[in-house]
């Protein structure tokens, strides 16, 4: 439902809030849970916090969701990286031993 606003100056302020709350990356953090579950588990917690803080706190919302989102790229990239690694290391063996 939108919040209507009358300022002072004479004009009318509409804002709507449809989603709920900012962004938590959830659905970043299964991902990552996923594929890297030491940075997945941070990033899911962080994830449910700015879920919970959304109807109290916008602000520490949005920056939980930001951690949230920081760690699971950060688990992504790791994953693949390590999973590229070993890719190369295991076509890179000497087959003859």
């Known amino acids: 439902m939108p919040l209507i606003v009358h300022q002072p100056s004479g004009h009318t302020t509409i804002a709507s ?3 709920g709350g900012p962004d938590s990356n959830i659905k970043w953090a ?13 990033a899911l917690i962080f994830s449910i916090l700015s879920k919970h803080a959304a109807s109290m706190d916008w602000d520490g919302a949005m920056l939980k969701g930001k951690i949230s989102l920081g760690f699971s790229v950060t688990g992504i990239i790791t994953a693949a990286i390590v999973g590229v690694a070993l890719i190369l290391i295991f076509f890179s063996r000497d087959s003859s031993t």
């Open 30 to 42: 299964m991902l990552t849970l996923l594929l890297n579950p030491p940075f997945g588990l941070f």
């Open 17 to 19: 809030n449809s989603s």
